[in-house]
C-alpha cells in the first residue's frame, strides 16, 4: 500500500499545458491541441493565409503562424516569428531547451534550421549560421517534426551548428555587437514552461518560472496551483505550499492534492486520484475516471482526522450530503505525512 502511494504520478494533479516530450506555446501544443483551442487562446485569425495555415494577433512583438492539419482541425505546427534577431542563448533558456541539438541544416533561402527532439522544437536563424541570431521559432506536433527532421543531413545529425562559438555581428554604424532581447515571456508561457519543468522533475525551475508568472500578473491562480504542488511534493516544504495553495484558492484556483480513496473501510482496495479545494467546495476525481465526487462548502457536514479507519496511513474523511443523504468518503494523504493530512483538513474548513 505504502509504495503503491508514494509512487502517485503528481502531474496528473493539473491538466498539463505540455505533454511529454513537447513544448507549450501560450498553453497550446501541437499535436493536442484543437483550433477551438487555439482560437479560444488567441482569438479569430486575422489572416487566412490558406487552407490550412492562418495568421493570429500576437500580444508581444512576434507574429504568430498556425498550421492545421487538413480537414481534422487538430494543431500541427505554431510558429513565432520577432523582428528582431534573439541571440541563441537567450532562446534556449527561454524554451528550456538542450544547450546541444539533434541535427540542423540550411533551408531553401540560406537560413540555418536547428532541430531540438525532445520539445519537438525548431530554430531558424536569420542567416546561414547561429551567430546571425534567431528570427524564428517553431513549435512542431511529435508527427510533423519526425517527417521534418528525417530528411536532415546525415553529417548534421548530433553536430553544432556552423557558427555557434562566433561573436554576434556587429552593428555597421558602432562597431558594436547588436542587442538580442529574448522573446518577451508571457504569463500563459510561463505557466506552460513551468508545468514541463515539473513534469520532468526539475522542481527549482518550476518554482522559478511560477513566481516569475506571479510578479506578471498576482492576480491569476495558475502560478500559485504550480508552486504549491511543487513546494509540497517536490521541495517538501509544507509552510510555502501551504502559502501557495491559500493564494491559489483565494484568487480562485485551486488547492490539489494527489490522495487515495478508500473502498472497503480498511484501505485494502482503494484507488488513486486527485483532492481539489476551492472556494466553492470540494472535488475528488480519481484518475482512472471511475469515481468522483463534487461537494459545495454548505454540504459538507464532518471534515477530520481518522481515529480508526487508516490511521496507520495519516487518514481523514469527509462527510458530504449528496443527493439528500450524507456519506463519508476517507481518503489518505499522497504522502502519507500528518503534516499533509492535517494541512487538506485545515484548508477544507477554512479555504
Not at 75 to 100: C, D, H, K, Q, W
Not at 275 to 298: P, Q
Not at 331 to 347: K, Y
Request: aromatic share 8%; net charge positive.
Amino acid at each position: 500500500m505504502t509504495n503503491k502511494i508514494s509512487i502517485m504520478i503528481l502531474v496528473l494533479l493539473l491538466s498539463c499545458a505540455a505533454c511529454v516530450g513537447q513544448t507549450a506555446f501560450q498553453g497550446l501544443t501541437p499535436g493536442k491541441s484543437t483550433k477551438a483551442d487555439v482560437e479560444k487562446a488567441l482569438g479569430r485569425p486575422v489572416r487566412q493565409l490558406s487552407e490550412t495555415l492562418s495568421e493570429y494577433k500576437s500580444r508581444g512583438p512576434e507574429q504568430i503562424f498556425v498550421q492545421y492539419l487538413g480537414g481534422s482541425g487538430g494543431v500541427a505546427r505554431i510558429e513565432a516569428t520577432y523582428p528582431e534577431a534573439i541571440e541563441r542563448s537567450s532562446v534556449l533558456g527561454s524554451v528550456n531547451l538542450p544547450a546541444r541539438s539533434m541535427g540542423w541544416q540550411i533551408n531553401s533561402k540560406s537560413r540555418l534550421e536547428e532541430y531540438f527532439s525532445a520539445p519537438c522544437v525548431v530554430l531558424t536563424y536569420v542567416g546561414a549560421d547561429a551567430s546571425s541570431g534567431v528570427s524564428r521559432i517553431g513549435y512542431y506536433s511529435p508527427q510533423l517534426f519526425e517527417n521534418a527532421s528525417s530528411k536532415l543531413p546525415r553529417a548534421s545529425l548530433g553536430k553544432n551548428p556552423p557558427g555557434l562559438n562566433r561573436s554576434p555581428v556587429a552593428d555597421n554604424n558602432s562597431g558594436r555587437s547588436q542587442p538580442k532581447q529574448p522573446p518577451i515571456a508571457n504569463y500563459d508561457d510561463l505557466i506552460a514552461r513551468a508545468t514541463g519543468a515539473m513534469q520532468t522533475s526539475d522542481f527549482q525551475t518550476a518554482l522559478r518560472l511560477s513566481q516569475q508568472a506571479v510578479d506578471l500578473d498576482p492576480n491569476r491562480a495558475g502560478a500559485y496551483e504550480i508552486a504549491g504542488i511543487v513546494q509540497l511534493y517536490g521541495l517538501k516544504d509544507l509552510n510555502a505550499a501551504a502559502t501557495a495553495m491559500r493564494s491559489a484558492v483565494q484568487h480562485g484556483g485551486s488547492a490539489s492534492f494527489s490522495v487515495s480513496h478508500d473502498h472497503d473501510g480498511f484501505f485494502k482496495t482503494y484507488c488513486q486520484g486527485s483532492l481539489y479545494i476551492t472556494k466553492v467546495g470540494v472535488n475528488y476525481r480519481s484518475n482512472d475516471g471511475a469515481h468522483a465526487f463534487l461537494a459545495s462548502h454548505t454540504d459538507l457536514k464532518d471534515i477530520g482526522r481518522n481515529s480508526f479507519v487508516g490511521a496507520n496511513l495519516f487518514s481523514f474523511h469527509i462527510k458530504a450530503t449528496q443527493n439528500g443523504k450524507t456519506k463519508n468518503f476517507n481518503f489518505a494523504p499522497g504522502s502519507l505525512t500528518a503534516a499533509e493530512r492535517d494541512l487538506i483538513v485545515n484548508l477544507i474548513k477554512n479555504p
